[in-house]
């Protein structure tokens, strides 16, 4: 009986693992993707130029390339988390690459000017960011992840 219930427990652990690394391939790819439009570009211009980390980098390059080379790292990160359920010696790297990617789009919520307004008494920001916070709690799994 104890076996059984462990057995359960660890299918359900790997199932939702793997549901969640999937999950954050998918997001990180789409998303990267949608970096390669104009559209996207332009959208995240008030983010990286108020950013500490990345004010400069339209003096160096266009809007559209720093969106595009955005793009091509999410895209790298998502193929790095679908090759790890493969090759396990990529789970390290999609997990620092994660933690990395996370850590400066959660710092968007405090370098942007006007991201937070007040509705109805509440703080509300742009919620797309939020989802950031429970894929850096992923990256940080997966990097303990040895399996």
Known sequence: MVGTVQ??????????YYISLFGAALILLWIGIFKF??????AIKPLVENHFLTFFVYKII???????????IEIIIALLLIFSAKFAVLRKYAGIGMIITFLVTLSYLFTTPGIWKIVDGVPVTDFFIL??????GFGFMIVQNNK
Do not use: C, R, Y
């Not at 266009?62 to 091509?72: D, F, K, Y």
């Open 131 to 136: 989802k950031d916070l429970m894929l850096l």
């Open 37 to 42: 439009t104009p559209t996207e570009a332009e």
């Open 7 to 16: 057995k359960s427990k660890n299918l359900l652990s790997g199932t939702g």
């Open 62 to 72: 266009s809007v559209q390339a720093m969106s595009n080379l955005i793009g091509a």
